[in-house]
Structures are given as C-alpha cells and as structure tokens.
C-alpha cells in the first residue's frame, strides 16, 4: 500500500515524495496487560484495558500533524476514508475499486465502506470485533501472524457459531469493557468448566487462572465463589426440573447406592436412577449425594431412599429394584429397608467379584509370597540406588518401558498388574537383589516356589479378569450378563486347577466356593428367585439358561408366565407408565409373529375338521400373552455381540407384553457403578476428583457433572425423532 502511495499521491510540483516519509514505521506489539492485586473475597475483579492510542506508531502522529499544500490536503482525505477498521481488509486499486485481501475479490468503490463491510460479513464472517486486528502489528510479530493472520482469524470466525458470542481476539484488542452479552456467554461457560472437570468454586481465584482469562478478555471481570454458588444453584434447578420430567417416563427404576470416602475423611453416599426409556435407550441419573452418618443408625436407609424418590415427584411403587453397594457391615441395614419398602435387591457384582477372589488370596502361602512380593517393589520405590541400577540394566536389554506396579488391596485387578510386572522383570530384579545385601535393612527375596505360584496365580486371575472385560462392554451392562459369565468363570477355572499344585487349587477351590455362594449357583429356590436369572432369559442372547438344568428351566418359564399375567393385564396398564402395547402384528403363518385376537376369535368359532384327527389346536386357548412367550422362546438365539435393548427395539411389537418385562429386569445394572469405574486398577478421574470438593457445593457439581449432558443428548435425540418424517 505505501508503494501505491509513493507511485500515484504526488505534489504539485510533480516530484514523488520521499521515501521514508511515505512508509510508516512499524507499530509496536500490543502488550500484556499485568496481573492485578487481589481483590477482597467477593469484589469481582477486572482487568484494566490496555491503552490502545498510546501504542501507535510515531509516523502515525506525523502523519496527522503534516498540513499545507495539496500534498497535505490528499494525505489528509486518504487518512479520513482509512479511519474505518474495514480497510484492514482491503486493497485500494484507484479510485473507484478496492480488493478484498481474503478473497481477492474487486468490489466498487464510492467513497462508503458498506458495501466492504457487508461483504466482509456475509462471506467471511467477520463482524465489528474482529475488525480491530492491525495487519500491521501482525506483520511485526511472526508468533502473533500465525495465530493472529487475516486468513486464520477469518477461519476461525467461520467455525464460531455467531449465536455463541465467542470470538478470538489478540490481546490487547478488546474495548473499554466487556459487553454483556459476551460477558454472560464467558460466566456461563466459567460455571460449565466447574462441573464438568469437578474443579472447586474457588479455582477462580487461582493465580494461573485469572493469568489466562485476563490475557483471553483483559476487561472481565472476574467472578466471586458466591456468585458461582448463586449460578451453580440456578443451573442445578433448572436441570432437577428436566430430570423430574424425565424420571415421571420411567415404567421401573432401579435405585444404586455408591459409598465413598473423601480426603477429609467424610463417608458420602451416591444415590443414582436407572431405566429403560421409551426408546430403549439406558438412562443413568444421579438423583442425589449427601453425607452417610453413622449417628442416623442403619434402620432409616429406606425412608432415606424414599424421601430422595420424593424430591424427584417419584413414588416408591415406581422403584423396582436397589442395587447394593455398601460395606458388608451395612448389609442389616439393606435387609430392613427390603422389608420396609418392599423393594428387591441385588449386590453390586464388582464388590462380589472383590469377595470372592479375596476369599482365595486369604490362603497362607499365596498371602506370604503376596507380601514378599510388594516388599519387592517398595524397596525400589524408596531405594534410589537400587532404582538406578534396574534401569540400567532394563536399558542393557532394551525394556525401559516397563514399570514396577504396587497393587491395592481392595482392587484385585491392581494385584495381577503387581505380578505380572515382577515376572516381567523378574530376571532383572534378580540380578539387582544379588548385588545388594540382605538382611534386616536388606531387599526381601522371592523363593523359586514362589515365584512360581504367582506364575500359576496370574493364570487363574487372568480368567476372572476376562469376565470384568466382557461386563465393561456397553451391551453387556445388564445383570442378564451376571449368571452366564459368573457359571463360565467357575467352569474355566475348576478345569484349571485340574493339574495344578495343591496350594493352587486351594485357592481355586475357595474361590469357586464363594462365587456359587454369593450368586446362590448350587441352591434351586435361590436361582429362581433370582432377578439375575430372569433378566437372562428375558435377555435374547442368553434365553436358553445354560447355566440351569432343564427342570429348573421349566420352573423358570412358568415363573415368567405368571408374572405376565399379573404384570401385563391388557385393561389395566400400571398407573404411570409410559410406554402402551402397539397394535397386534399379524404376521403371516410360520413367521413366528403373533395373531390378532380377532382372528383367533373367528377361528374358535368354526371349528376344524382336522381336529377330529389331531384334536384342538392348543394355541386356540391359549392366551395371548402366553404364546408370546412361547413364540420368544423358541426364536433363534442371537449373537453374543448383540445389543439386547436394540433387539427388543426391533421386536417389541412381536411380543409386546414379554418386551414390558423385559425393559424392567434388562434396567437392573450388574454393577452400582460405571463399569470402567467398578472394575479399574486404581483411582479414577471422578473419583479424585469429587474427593477434594468442598462438601457445600458437592452434591450439585457431581448432579451436573453426570446429568448435564446426558439430559441434553436425550433431548436432542428426542427433537431429532420428531423431525424425522414418519
């Protein structure tokens, strides 16, 4: 541009002017603002805006100062039409076309930028706020043109929805002060940083944090723990209110109960929701956490769960089974509310699995060579030299990577890792122990035998650990996936300890006792009450009950028979349910599909003359509800890969009354947690997390942490449905 100038703005007397005085001199950087003082506990705090006139460039101010002559007169109408920020992003070519420096496109020139600004908008999505970026500056400062470049500026304005009010400015670039709308838009989304990554309240007044955000929007003001409180509870209400509405669709739920610890040494306890929607779709809710007393006695955990049902508008009736996951201690307390509210319950499967495999590490010799072995990883952790000395001799073989393990002892899944690391490492670490002394102060030691027994230990726990695979899986969250894997693993592992050492298959053996034990595989009367058991055949991958024998089969069906008579009655639909019975499908002979009852009806009137030779038609009397049954039994199996929920999705309308049981045992999770949670080696992100929070503000972070977005993603789907054109 200074070149155009020099070739086409010239004096009277015909000479061009000189060169420097028609290049401008670079203007300096914007500079980062400093960080303020502290501010009192609840004064918002704001970040002075930078002084945006005193950073121009000297030839600026001579520029202005120049006047006389035609020369001045032209430099000072080029210095009017250049005020406006447009021209930042065009070219002037003449005086009657500009070019726009994005695209290249030409557009005419009267003497009016809004025609420029327009275009601006419509094809680059650059709006008034953008238009304070100096190209110039950007030219000065090669990090600043990388993120700050026309072109990239105007790209990422394009991926920024406009409704959001979130553009990327450089520093120093904002006005006086923040806009409320934009200042809204960046409260909100401080308040969304804090219940997503379960951050505390008073992370706003960490240092690096207001570093970030006053670089980010120099003139926010920053805001106070009480006025995120005040947000916090706004936005909690607004979500209780969506989850109310959602929780009045549930024909069943199933209520969990999560205990933990935080760092202050406060017992918490998680109160979680669990159905089936009308889309056959799992719904997952946090409902509720608080503080688990001990001085509230254990006999009030029903009214407990009951006064959280009624907080939510839910009756009791409406909750058909608690999932438990307490302490064995608190076990009376679940037994009184069972009899209290009359609700059913299972024991989270994670917490069993931990008890029985414990059961089998509780033998001597496993517990002493155990012991050896963290004394073994421990004297690495702490011995500095002798840490030094294994990865030199890991480098000699090229294995750095791999890493001496500590188990936890409430996690079994940690003391495989702990095994397999000493064996990994085994030949290492023995070269290491042979080098330092022995003794009191000295490295323990494994014998041979022992290190043995953990080889044929990881052998067995591997097995069990292939189970916790398959119920992390997404269509395996159902506890109609508990019976058949528990009955595979104490097969699995029985054939293992066939050939196995004595001390080995005392540790099989008492871990096969407890499994049958826990889940009641050797007791009949146990098996068919069990809600495990109906959820599997209700569950078209696992119908056939292997795990049964065949009398206990038929007992099984003829259970689930009266049940859909008492629970599917086709007058009277349980008050406040969602979800009704489609029409009958009629489906042709030999589909496998029921009939009306129309049809039926006009057969049973006109005799056959086949039933002279074959007598009456047993499905004629039969009713519908139980030929449903019998028509779901003897549909083919599918595979183990399949989706249950998406199956019944596809099939409700075959066996609409087997497919009402079905949403309300298929809810009843097999563990009170998230699977990845109940079945990890250590400490998940959640659950550090939610340890430090601060117990006033607990209970609504976690509420929003895990109903947010799932809330959302219901109703999306929902909206996306309705627009879907039937």
Same mark, same amino acid.
């Given at each position: 541009?200074?070149?155009?100038?020099?070739?086409?703005?010239?004096?009277?007397?015909?000479?061009?002017?000189?060169?420097?005085?028609?290049?401008?001199?670079?203007?300096?950087?914007?500079?980062?603002?400093?960080?303020?003082?502290?501010?009192?506990?609840?004064?918002?705090?704001?970040?002075?805006?930078?002084?945006?006139?005193?950073?121009?460039?000297?030839?600026?101010?001579?520029?202005?100062?120049?006047?006389?002559?035609?020369?001045?007169?032209?430099?000072?109408?080029?210095?009017?039409?250049?005020?406006?920020?447009?021209?930042?992003?065009?070219?002037?070519?003449?005086?009657?076309?500009?070019?726009?420096?994005?695209?290249?496109?030409?557009?005419?020139?009267?003497?009016?930028?809004?025609?420029?600004?327009?275009?601006?908008?419509?094809?680059?999505?650059?709006?008034?706020?953008?238009?304070?970026?100096?190209?110039?500056?950007?030219?000065?400062?090669?990090?600043?043109?990388?993120?700050?470049?026309?072109?990239?500026?105007?790209?990422?304005?394009?991926?920024?929805?406009?409704?959001?009010?979130?553009?990327?400015?450089?520093?120093?670039?904002?006005?006086?002060?923040?806009?409320?709308?934009?200042?809204?838009?960046?409260?909100?989304?401080?308040?969304?940083?804090?219940?997503?990554?379960?951050?505390?309240?008073?992370?706003?007044?960490?240092?690096?944090?207001?570093?970030?955000?006053?670089?980010?929007?120099?003139?926010?003001?920053?805001?106070?723990?009480?006025?995120?409180?005040?947000?916090?509870?706004?936005?909690?209400?607004?979500?209780?209110?969506?989850?109310?509405?959602?929780?009045?669709?549930?024909?069943?739920?199933?209520?969990?109960?999560?205990?933990?610890?935080?760092?202050?040494?406060?017992?918490?306890?998680?109160?979680?929701?669990?159905?089936?929607?009308?889309?056959?779709?799992?719904?997952?809710?946090?409902?509720?956490?608080?503080?688990?007393?001990?001085?509230?006695?254990?006999?009030?955990?029903?009214?407990?769960?009951?006064?959280?049902?009624?907080?939510?508008?839910?009756?009791?009736?409406?909750?058909?089974?608690?999932?438990?996951?307490?302490?064995?201690?608190?076990?009376?307390?679940?037994?009184?509310?069972?009899?209290?509210?009359?609700?059913?319950?299972?024991?989270?499967?994670?917490?069993?699995?931990?008890?029985?495999?414990?059961?089998?590490?509780?033998?001597?010799?496993?517990?002493?060579?155990?012991?050896?072995?963290?004394?073994?990883?421990?004297?690495?952790?702490?011995?500095?030299?002798?840490?030094?000395?294994?990865?030199?001799?890991?480098?000699?073989?090229?294995?750095?990577?791999?890493?001496?393990?500590?188990?936890?002892?409430?996690?079994?899944?940690?003391?495989?890792?702990?095994?397999?690391?000493?064996?990994?490492?085994?030949?290492?670490?023995?070269?290491?122990?042979?080098?330092?002394?022995?003794?009191?102060?000295?490295?323990?030691?494994?014998?041979?035998?022992?290190?043995?027994?953990?080889?044929?230990?990881?052998?067995?726990?591997?097995?069990?650990?292939?189970?916790?695979?398959?119920?992390?899986?997404?269509?395996?969250?159902?506890?109609?996936?508990?019976?058949?894997?528990?009955?595979?693993?104490?097969?699995?592992?029985?054939?293992?300890?066939?050939?196995?050492?004595?001390?080995?298959?005392?540790?099989?053996?008492?871990?096969?006792?407890?499994?049958?034990?826990?889940?009641?595989?050797?007791?009949?009367?146990?098996?068919?009450?069990?809600?495990?058991?109906?959820?599997?055949?209700?569950?078209?991958?696992?119908? #056939?009950?292997?795990?049964?024998?065949?009398?206990?089969?038929?007992?099984?069906?003829?259970?689930?028979?009266?049940?859909?008579?008492?629970?599917?009655?086709?007058?009277?639909?349980?008050?406040?349910?969602?979800?009704?019975?489609?029409?009958?499908?009629?489906?042709?002979?030999?589909?496998?599909?029921?009939?009306?009852?129309?049809?039926?009806?006009?057969?049973?009137?006109?005799?056959?003359?086949?039933?002279?030779?074959?007598?009456?038609?047993?499905?004629?009397?039969?009713?519908?509800?139980?030929?449903?049954?019998?028509?779901?039994?003897?549909?083919?199996?599918?595979?183990?890969?399949?989706?249950?929920?998406?199956?019944?999705?596809?099939?409700?309308?075959?066996?609409?009354?087997?497919?009402?049981?079905?949403?309300?045992?298929?809810?009843?999770?097999?563990?009170?947690?998230?699977?990845?949670?109940?079945?990890?080696?250590?400490?998940?992100?959640? #659950?550090?997390?939610?340890?430090?929070?601060?117990?006033?503000?607990?209970?609504?972070?976690?509420?929003?942490?895990?109903?947010?977005?799932?809330?959302?993603?219901?109703?999306?789907?929902?909206?996306?449905?309705?627009?879907?054109?039937?």
């Amino acid at each position: 541009m200074s070149q155009f100038l020099q070739k086409n703005m010239k004096p009277e007397g015909g000479e061009a002017q000189p060169k420097e005085e028609a290049t401008e001199e670079p203007a300096l950087p914007l500079p980062l603002q400093p960080y303020p003082q502290p501010a009192p506990e609840d004064a918002p705090r704001v970040f002075a805006p930078h002084n945006m006139a005193a950073a121009l460039g000297p030839s600026s101010r001579r520029k202005r100062e120049k006047g006389g002559g035609q020369e001045g007169a032209g430099a000072a109408l080029y210095g009017d039409r250049r005020k406006s920020k447009v021209w930042n992003y065009y070219t002037k070519l003449g005086d009657a076309y500009v070019e726009c420096t994005i695209c290249k496109k030409q557009l005419s020139f009267h003497n009016s930028t809004t025609t420029m600004r327009e275009h601006l908008v419509r094809k680059h999505s650059i709006r008034d706020t953008l238009l304070l970026l100096a190209p110039q500056q950007l030219k000065d400062d090669p990090a600043a043109e990388a993120d700050y470049g026309v072109e990239n500026v105007a790209k990422r304005a394009r991926q920024t929805p406009p409704e959001s009010g979130l553009l990327l400015l450089p520093p120093g670039a904002g006005g006086a002060s923040c806009s409320e709308p934009r200042g809204d838009v960046i409260l909100g989304l401080v308040l969304e940083m804090i219940f997503r990554d379960l951050h505390p309240l008073s992370v706003v007044r960490d240092k690096g944090f207001g570093l970030l955000l006053g670089y980010l929007e120099p003139n926010f003001p920053l805001p106070s723990p009480a006025q995120l409180s005040g947000m916090l509870w706004h936005r909690y209400g607004a979500v209780k209110q969506q989850l109310e509405r959602y929780l009045q669709t549930a024909q069943a739920i199933v209520l969990c109960a999560e205990f933990w610890v935080s760092q202050l040494s406060q017992s918490y306890v998680t109160v979680t929701a669990n159905f089936i929607d009308g889309e056959w779709r799992r719904a997952r809710c946090v409902m509720e956490t608080r503080r688990a007393r001990q001085e509230d006695g254990e006999g009030d955990l029903g009214e407990k769960l009951s006064g959280v049902l009624a907080e939510f508008g839910v009756s009791g009736q409406a909750v058909f089974c608690v999932l438990q996951d307490g302490p064995q201690s608190a076990a009376g307390s679940w037994q009184r509310a069972q009899k209290t509210c009359g609700w059913s319950s299972l024991r989270c499967a994670a917490r069993v699995l931990q008890l029985c495999v414990q059961a089998g590490l509780e033998v001597e010799a496993v517990r002493e060579a155990l012991s050896t072995a963290r004394g073994i990883v421990r004297y690495f952790q702490q011995d500095a030299k002798a840490a030094r000395s294994l990865h030199s001799k890991l480098e000699a073989i090229n294995k750095t990577k791999l890493k001496l393990v500590m188990d936890v002892s409430t996690r079994w899944l940690s003391t495989i890792e702990m095994c397999e690391s000493l064996l990994e490492l085994k030949w290492a670490l023995m070269a290491v122990l042979e080098e330092h002394p022995k003794g009191a102060t000295g490295a323990p030691a494994l014998a041979d035998h022992q290190w043995k027994l953990l080889q044929d230990l990881v052998a067995v726990l591997r097995t069990i650990k292939i189970a916790t695979a398959f119920l992390r899986e997404e269509q395996n969250a159902s506890a109609s996936s508990l019976l058949p894997c528990v009955h595979g693993v104490v097969g699995a592992i029985g054939r293992q300890a066939e050939e196995a050492g004595a001390v080995l298959k005392t540790v099989v053996g008492n871990i096969r006792t407890e499994l049958m034990r826990r889940w009641g595989l050797a007791e009949d009367e146990r098996l068919l009450e069990s809600l495990a058991a109906i959820a599997s055949f209700l569950d078209p991958r696992f119908k #056939e009950l292997r795990f049964l024998s065949p009398g206990l089969r038929s007992e099984l069906h003829k259970k689930v028979k009266a049940m859909l008579s008492q629970v599917c009655h086709p007058q009277s639909p349980p008050v406040g349910a969602f979800w009704a019975p489609n029409p009958p499908h009629k489906a042709e002979s030999g589909d496998g599909g029921t009939s009306g009852q129309k049809d039926r009806t006009s057969s049973t009137s006109s005799p056959s003359v086949y039933d002279i030779l074959l007598g009456k038609d047993p499905t004629e009397s039969m009713p519908e509800i139980h030929q449903q049954l019998e028509n779901y039994i003897v549909e083919p199996l599918c595979k183990r890969s399949t989706d249950p929920l998406r199956w019944w999705k596809s099939n409700e309308h075959r066996f609409p009354a087997v497919a009402r049981l079905s949403r309300q045992y298929l809810a009843v999770p097999a563990t009170a947690v998230l699977p990845e949670q109940a079945f990890g080696t250590g400490e998940s992100t959640l #659950e550090h997390r939610r340890a430090v929070l601060a117990p006033e503000n607990l209970d609504q972070i976690l509420f929003l942490h895990q109903n947010f977005d799932f809330l959302e993603a219901m109703r999306n789907g929902n909206e996306a449905r309705n627009r879907t054109p039937r």
